[in-house]
């Protein structure tokens, strides 16, 4: 019922990753490990835990994650068999040994009430050997509200806390950004499918920050950049609506800024803003747009 999915390229963490799968109190699920053509083999591994844990590994000969790594999460996905729930795991991250014990205790409560389950997390901070504060949700809540208290740093989400419905990815897949930077989050607003989003707070899936995970490094700013322009423009061509008023505001500044970031907007775009602040009058809101407007025009000039 329940498959944990590994798309595998790093070996630094990963002993722990399995070791966190071994230790579950709950052993029905099934890990499939889609190996990236890693230099780093981790057969030995595999091995110490294959028999504590029902697991499929895959090498790959060609690496997908360096051209893209929604196309490696893809392939890792369809590895799958009969399994309706889909947790794509990082291969550094780690979940608390009462993880899937938790998803099926809650299972009747969620099931065909919501597509996308997810769990409490804490980030592990490699640089400095910390563990921060405990990440928790609203026990049902909106993929949108969810983003909201995201974008408001009121919250963190990633991939590897979520349990998501296999038809929904189907139907939906995950869209490939570069870095697949936001990938994760338009999944959860496409594969809610308007049903909220479940949480499981008792729960808890640890997330690594390293020199060598792509949120930790610094190398890449531009392209995440690039991406997160790309995600805000979907949002306010497509999901903007779907906001509350008052989040809508946020979204819109938040279109500007990551823009604006990567390059200048289209006379189309700009008529777009100009309208919507103008049907969405508020003085403090207004008169950023204004400055930010003038300020855009005097750098083009």
């Known amino acids: 019922m329940l498959a944990i999915v590994i798309p595998y390229y790093k070996l630094k963490f990963f002993e722990a990753t399995l070791k966190s799968l071994s230790n579950q109190s709950d052993k029905r699920f099934k890990v499939y490990i889609g190996d990236d053509a890693s230099p780093d083999h981790p057969t030995r591994l595999i091995k ?7 697991l499929v590994y895959k090498r790959f000969e060609n690496n997908l994650g360096g051209i893209s790594l929604i196309k490696q999460w893809e392939r890792c996905i369809e590895m799958t068999t009969d399994e309706r729930w889909i947790m794509v795991l990082g291969d550094d991250d780690v979940l608390d040994v009462n993880v899937v014990q938790l998803w099926y205790q809650n299972f009747n409560t969620f099931n065909k ?33 969810s983003y909201h208290r995201k974008l408001k740093f009121a919250t963190r989400s990633s991939l590897s806390e979520y349990i998501f419905l296999k038809e929904s990815w189907a ?9 697949a930077w936001h990938s ?12 909220p989003i479940y949480t499981i707070n008792e729960g808890v899936v640890y997330i690594r920050d390293s020199n060598v995970s792509i949120s930790g490094k610094q ?7 690039t991406a997160s322009a790309m995600f805000y423009k979907f949002l306010v061509d497509q999901k903007l609506n779907r906001f509350e008023k008052f989040q809508r505001f946020d979204i819109v500044k938040g279109y500007l800024e990551r823009t604006l970031n990567v390059r200048q907007f289209t006379f189309k ?11 969405n ?12 407007f003038v300020k855009a025009l005097i750098k083009r000039k």
């Open 171 to 179: 139907t939906h897949k995950f869209y490939d950004y570069p870095l």
């Open 184 to 195: 994760d989050d338009r999944a959860w607003l496409e594969f809610s499918e308007d049903l």
């Open 281 to 292: 009058y508020n003085v403090k809101s207004f008169y950023k747009f204004l400055m930010t």
């Open 219 to 225: 190398d890449n700013i531009h392209v995440k950049r």
């Open 48 to 54: 110490e835990h294959e028999k504590q844990i029902e």
């Open 113 to 145: 009430h919501s597509n996308v389950i997810r769990f409490a997390t804490r980030m592990i901070y490699e640089k400095n050997q910390t563990i921060s504060k405990l990440y928790i949700h609203p026990e049902w809540e909106y993929s949108e509200c």
């Open 269 to 279: 775009e700009w008529c777009f803003l100009w309208i919507w602040h103008l049907r």
